[in-house]
């Protein structure tokens, strides 16, 4: 069909509408704040259509209430009120309650549509309210209402329905990162390149290539080299803070730390061991600068759009401000706008910053004596940082001007040559300008053009097909094209198709069979056709890799006829990857959440997370099978109501405890809902959950099998204990009435052997020389056996002894059967350790003298040495004698066990029972290695003094 040109009034009321909404999806691209893009499309929608009020109302309480969040035209300042409840008849009502657009043009007159109290108070005639929808479900409502009689074309409704959809999709997108943001969590789990080894003495073990290169020493081996003594500088900075606290607590640690000498930032993760520290780092200088380039930028833009967007400055005000902007971001001395024309060699000053008198407003001079002159010839920015070192230093502009630095851009206004945005200094610049800088005097330069030629458009109205055209050119992140009744585009345009190589004189003039193919062809066939019949469509389709958001529209006359199409296709791939990933994270969070419901609840300990009043907060299975009590019960309890009265206080002090310290431990009963008590140990500490408030969590485990061993000990030790008294008393005693009547016996038999020695024959005599031996054996072996008694009850106070003083007095105590015996004692240098200095002196005689004994037919060698295990203490007396056989270690450390006889080796069979009687007593042990013919080695292990133990201190045992 035919196209008919409409009414110029009516055609710039549907172009405004939809710059309008170009603008506003502009700003929903650029802005992540709703309440900014609801304020501007509240107003931009009043301005547009000239109404007395426009707001937008957000559903609370599932439409119990509705709250203001954006207003334009209404009175006393209505943003963050309440309004409601609303009548589902009123237009807010209604709209609410369907998804089409509801238009009353007169709300006293209608039938199924009535006031409301805010349409009431404002005097409203008529109104229309379109719903906002978010994943499915009304938000809010997008209202305008009239103060007099009015009606609202196709193309009103059609306005306020593409705006409301922008607002909706700006909701669910907010609604979505607010979810992402509080769910989703990022693991960062990276290893540096650069790789270092360090030892606990601090010297370098490895050193790879890129750490070399980093710490510039390249050509230096490190292995070997002190770390502080390479670089002390680090010393007392982050970088050994951080490496002695790793090495001293042996935690892994992380940092950023920027180390002066090398002007470097590092990514430094470090990772001890027993052998030292291994240290990955990465160089992240140009990230920081990166980071603290994108801090300015985002501050600079936020004062551009702030600037740019205020309808309150005029244009020379918001140009002033730019160029003042401008100046603070590039670090220069001047700013200035000028109006140039290239074929009558005119440049002319419009606008500056600075206090340059030359380049004040209305400056006028030739161009070629300026910088201005290279600038409008390039076909990029113009680009100075050190002007006489890039070949200005003949120039004539540089003698007149003398600027070093200079960064100038052209203005265009409809592709006319308009004039320059420049900014200079007579300094030159140390580094050159960032992408970031010369972005932004491309985007100021781009604000100009479009303001300009948004000027320019206000003082001459162009035809309708050069306004579409404009408003397709600018169109971001997508395309806007219009299609006439053959499917065919008359009229294309967007940022996207440079992006897919896509030139508009090849899309122009093709038909969407040509253009495209099997479903995609389908879906754009269906919903063009239903927009040249007058429907307005959404759809979506893959094409070029990515994803594509469409809106085919229809265009229409003053008469309402459809005279044409329009498609607005947007790029949503990134936001459908965000929501893949999005829907990809929550799943994993409820297997995960369900994963670890299923391990805690399988446990039989139970498991409990408090707030800070004692209220659960979450707990597992355990707890209801043990207490009895459901649930929605535990839910709406407090952890203290599980105790016993009495105990109350004891609980709540310990969950006190938790909080300040971050741990507690308590022992109590848990009160069942049956009122039965189990003994419970209960451990816990702090954290935080999702929101950062603090919580408690731990675990809770009966001791009633504990409780009950504890009592039976305690039974079996005091009958131990009483036992064992009896049978000290009992030795004692033994021993004490043996001795009398043995030394009767001596008495009586040496005295016959000399009152009778003449009368005796040999016979005799040698008989009572065998008596009196046995009896004096016998009486060795009681006091052996007495003192073996005595070695609990009658030791001394422990204390801290050196075993050098108790291995000299041994030594000199022994020292005529070393002499008789030609031994060799070796003693090497003995610790001090804790314990009863009699007893151990006791210890190593007996263990002397069976070195001294049991050496064989050689001259006894012997040797003493020590070694240290922890907080204990190995002696050992090694001699080089007969030796043992290891089947019977175990043998010798029993009472009056001999494995040789009387006439083979002197002895009572005690001495070595008595040893590890007196080891045992110190907490110690005393073992035997050896083999026949090969010596023996006899080992003490004796605990070695406590940190705090002073002089004499009273034993334990």
Avoid at 264 to 276: A, I, K, L, R
Avoid at 594 to 604: E, G, M, N, S, V
Avoid at 831 to 845: A, K, M, N, W
Wanted: hydrophobic share 35%; aromatic share 8%.
């Amino acid at each position: 069909m035919a196209a008919s040109n409409p009414p110029p009034g009516q055609l710039r009321s549907r172009i405004r509408q939809q710059e309008v909404v170009a603008e506003l999806s502009q700003l929903a691209l650029e802005s992540t704040e709703l309440e900014s893009l609801l304020a501007a499309a509240t107003s931009a929608a009043r301005d547009t259509l000239d109404v007395a009020y426009c707001g937008v109302l957000e559903s609370r309480n599932g439409g119990e209430t509705m709250v203001v969040r954006a207003d334009e035209g209404w009175r006393n300042g209505t943003v963050g009120t309440a309004v409601g409840p609303l009548d589902s008849d009123t237009v807010v009502g209604t709209a609410l309650e369907t998804d089409m657009a509801v238009v009353v043009e007169d709300i006293d007159a209608a039938d199924s549509v009535t006031q409301s109290s805010l349409s009431v108070d404002h005097d409203a005639v008529g109104g229309v309210g379109v719903s906002i929808e978010s994943d499915g479900d009304p938000w809010g409502v997008f209202v305008v209402y009239t103060a007099e009689h009015r009606g609202f074309a196709d193309h009103d409704v059609a306005f306020l329905e593409d705006v409301t959809s922008l607002l909706a999709s700006a909701v669910q997108n907010r609604q979505q990162h607010q979810r992402l943001e509080t769910e989703l969590e990022t693991t960062v789990d990276r290893i540096s390149d650069a790789v270092v080894g360090l030892d606990t003495e601090w010297q370098f073990t490895y050193a790879n290539d890129r750490a070399r290169e980093l710490l510039d020493r390249e050509d230096a081996d490190l292995h070997g080299t002190n770390f502080w003594e390479a670089f002390p500088e680090a010393i007392d900075s982050t970088f050994g803070q951080e490496y002695r606290r790793a090495m001293e607590r042996q935690e892994s640690t992380a940092f950023e730390a920027y180390y002066p000498p090398l002007e470097t930032w590092f990514e430094v993760h470090v990772y001890p061991s027993e052998t030292g520290l291994s240290i990955y780092f990465r160089d992240i200088t140009s990230r920081k600068q990166t980071e603290r380039e994108l801090q300015r930028t985002n501050r600079t833009l936020q004062q551009l759009y702030a600037i740019t967007a205020d309808r309150e400055r005029t244009f020379e005000e918001k140009v002033q401000e730019l160029l003042d902007i401008g100046r603070e971001r590039l670090g220069l001395e001047v700013g200035f706008m000028a109006d140039i024309e290239p074929q009558n060699d005119r440049f002319e000053v419009v606008h500056s910053s600075g206090d340059d008198e030359r380049l004040r407003p209305g400056t006028v001079t030739e161009l070629s004596e300026t910088y201005c002159r290279k600038t409008v010839e390039s076909d990029e920015l113009l680009v100075l940082t050190n002007a006489p070192v890039q070949g200005w230093a003949d120039d004539r502009a540089y003698d007149r001007w003398d600027f070093d630095s200079y960064l100038g851009s052209k203005i265009h206004v409809d592709d006319e040559l308009f004039g320059t945005l420049c900014f200079a200094d007579e300094e030159p610049r140390s580094d050159a300008f960032t992408p970031a800088e010369r972005g932004f005097v491309e985007l100021l330069t781009q604000w100009l053009s479009y303001e300009l030629e948004r000027q320019q458009r206000k003082r001459e109205l162009e035809v309708s097909e050069q306004r579409y055209r404009t408003l397709i050119e600018h169109f971001p992140n997508g395309m806007v094209a219009l299609f006439d009744d053959d499917l065919r585009y008359t009229l294309a345009g967007g940022g996207v198709l440079e992006e897919l190589d896509v030139s508009t004189e090849t899309l122009v003039g093709q038909t969407v069979e040509e253009r495209y193919e099997g479903e995609t062809r389908e879906a754009f066939e269906s919903n063009f056709r239903a927009a040249l019949s007058g429907e307005r469509r959404r759809f979506e389709y893959h094409l070029h890799g990515r994803e594509w958001l469409a809106y085919a529209l229809p265009v229409e006359d003053d008469d309402g006829t459809v005279f044409a199409g329009m498609v607005m296709v947007q790029d949503v791939t990134a936001r459908k990857e965000q929501e893949e990933k999005l829907r990809e994270r929550e799943a994993h969070l409820e297997r995960f959440k369900a994963y670890t419901d299923d391990i805690l609840d399988a446990i039989d300990d139970v498991f409990y997370v408090v707030d800070e009043d004692g209220s659960f907060q979450r707990w597992n299975e355990t707890l209801c099978h043990v207490t009895g009590y459901s649930d929605e019960e535990i839910a709406s309890m407090s952890s203290i109501a599980l105790f016993e009265q009495d105990d109350h206080e004891q609980m709540i002090e310990a969950i006190g405890t938790a909080f300040e310290t971050g741990y507690a431990r308590t022992e109590t009963n848990l009160v069942t809902k049956s009122g039965e008590t189990i003994p419970y140990e209960f451990i816990a500490s702090t954290l935080e959950d999702p929101t950062g408030e603090p919580v408690l969590t731990g675990v809770g485990r009966d001791i009633s099998n504990r409780r009950a061993d504890e009592r039976r000990r305690e039974v079996l030790v005091g009958e131990l204990e009483a036992s064992n008294e009896r049978l000290e008393q009992f030795a004692y005693a033994a021993s004490h009435d043996l001795q009398e009547p043995l030394r009767m016996v001596t008495s009586y038999l040496t005295l016959l052997e000399h009152r009778y020695s003449e009368e005796l024959d040999e016979d005799a005599e040698e008989f009572i020389e065998y008596a009196v031996d046995g009896a004096s054996r016998m009486q060795e072996m009681i006091d052996g056996l007495l003192a073996y008694s005595r070695v609990d009850t009658q030791g001394n106070p422990f204390e801290v002894v050196d075993c050098e003083d108790i291995l000299e007095d041994v030594v000199t105590d022994l020292e005529v059967r070393i002499e008789e015996t030609g031994a060799a004692i070796t003693v090497e240098s003995l610790p001090s350790v804790y314990g009863d200095p009699g007893q151990l002196r006791q210890v190593f005689q007996n263990l002397l003298d069976n070195a001294l004994t049991y050496s064989g037919e050689q001259s006894p060698q012997i040797a003493v040495f020590a070694e240290r295990d922890g907080h204990e203490w190995h002696i050992s007396v090694q001699d080089h004698g007969i030796g043992i056989d290891p089947d019977n270690a175990d043998r010798i450390f029993q009472v009056f066990d001999r494995l040789h006889s009387v006439d083979e080796y002197a002895g009572t069979g005690i001495g070595l029972a008595l040893c590890q009687r007196i080891v045992e007593r110190h907490d110690g042990d005393i073992r035997v290695v050896s083999e026949p013919g090969e010596g023996a080695r006899f080992t003490v292990t004796l605990p070695a003094p406590p940190e705090t133990a002073s002089t004499t201190t009273p034993a334990s045992k």
